[in-house]
Structures are given as C-alpha cells and as structure tokens.
C-alpha cells in the first residue's frame, strides 16, 4: 500500500535531550514537509523540502533541525534548544509543481517532554 | 501574507442535522482551497478541495464552493451522522504551501 509511515506514534522525552521523528513515504513525491499541531492553533509550518538534499525553513523553525538524503525518507530532529516541544507532529507529502495538488498526511507523533 | 479564517467551535449538532462551517481565507494571488477532517489521535485526511473560482469540491455528502467574491469556502452537509464527529480544518494552498485554519472541532448527538 502506498502512503506515509511516522514512529513512532508515542514518544516521551527528557528535558534537555534530542530526539528525531521519523517520516517515510513510498508515494514517489518529491516534495515533504513537517508541520505541528497544538490544540487551538491549526498546524504551523515547521520545515519543508522538495528535492533531495535542499529544504527550507517555515514558520517556526527554531529548535529544529532536518535532513532529506533520500526522496522516501525526510527526519525532523526536536532539539533543546525548542522552549516548548511537547505537541503531535505531522509529516505531510505532495507532488512537486502542481498549485492544485493535494498534500497526503502520515498519522503523526504525539511528543511529550517530561 | 495569506490567511484562512473558520469558524470558531466547538459545533454540536444532532443527528440529520444540517451543518455549515464557515471559512475565508485573504491571499496574494489565485489558491487552491481544501477541507480536511482528522480523527481522534489521526493525521489529516483530505475531504474535498477545489481548485478555482466557482468550482464545487464534494465528498461523503459533504460540499463547498469557491467563491472568489466572498473569498469563502464554507463546508456544509445536510444531514449530518456520528460518525462525521471529527476537527475540520479549512486550508488554502499557494507556491506549494499550504495554509491552515486553525479547526472546526464538530460533536454529533445521536
């Protein structure tokens, strides 16, 4: 089946550490991006990428960091340095170039900082 | 910058009711317009979209129209399940960019 995998569904992390979400899509798109949701405010662009080894940063990129070294697979990293981490995180894809074009979402990862 | 306005909710409505949601959105150029619904402790799924003026987006007996003179999108259903129970979310895309608004959540009542 064709679609969008994020691990894992649950994550608890410790005040001060890193931890990297995962997001893998076997849809060939090229185009990937992270979002998150905190309750009231919609989902927030935190970084996106449409092509391999290139990815800019959205709204709210402080505190995150990502990679794209491959099409399928596009990681995001919550560093210490994010002031406030704890919230579900969606990682979302589309095909490059068409406005019309919709973006598929994976379930999301609900992170917690202890 | 762009923006999308929806109705605040929470919305509860009894079963076979008739439902309107209201969105607007303000951009800078021509946008592509979608509904999405996500489910308790899911990801997005997209309901409907439409991608120019006057074009009519339609799913699961849910509609909504694009009205480039109103700058709206509003969802509406008419006659609504519990199983519709869900957060809706208006959103507008544009350079490949989506927007979102920030959530309808919906309650039905048997």
């Known amino acids: 089946d064709g679609g969008i995998t994020q691990s894992p569904k649950y994550l608890f992390r410790k005040e001060g550490q890193n931890v990297t979400l995962s997001c893998e899509q076997n849809?060939?798109?090229?185009?990937m991006y992270w979002y998150r949701q905190d309750p009231g405010q919609g989902l927030r662009l935190i970084y996106y990428?449409?092509?391999?080894?290139?990815?800019q940063k959205g709204d709210i990129a402080e505190g995150y960091s990502v990679s794209r070294e491959k099409k399928e697979s596009f990681p995001l990293t919550v560093t210490s340095a994010q002031k406030n981490p704890t919230a579900f995180y969606l990682c979302?894809?589309?095909?490059?170039?068409?406005?019309?074009?919709?973006?598929?979402f994976g379930p999301g990862t609900r992170l917690t900082v202890l | 910058g762009n923006s999308v306005t929806q109705m605040e909710g929470p919305v509860t409505l009894s079963e076979e009711a008739f439902l309107t949601i209201n969105c607007t959105y303000t951009?800078?150029?021509?946008?592509?317009l979608f509904w999405y619904v996500q489910y308790p402790g899911e990801g997005l799924q997209l309901l409907l979209k439409?991608?120019?003026?006057?074009d009519k987006g339609s799913n699961k007996g849910f509609e909504a129209t694009y009205r480039k003179e109103t700058t709206s999108f509003h969802l509406e259903k008419g006659s609504v399940q519990v199983s519709d129970s869900a957060v809706y979310f208006c959103?507008?895309?544009?350079?490949?960019?989506?927007?979102f608004g920030t959530g309808t959540r919906l309650t039905i009542i048997p």
């Open positions: 979302a894809s589309s095909i490059l170039g068409a406005s019309t074009d919709t973006q598929y």
């Open positions: 849809l060939n798109h090229d185009a």
């Open positions: 990428s449409q092509i391999v080894n290139d990815f």
């Open positions: 951009a800078t150029g021509y946008p592509s």
């Open positions: 439409a991608t120019k003026a006057d």
């Open positions: 959103a507008l895309k544009l350079n490949e960019k989506l927007t």
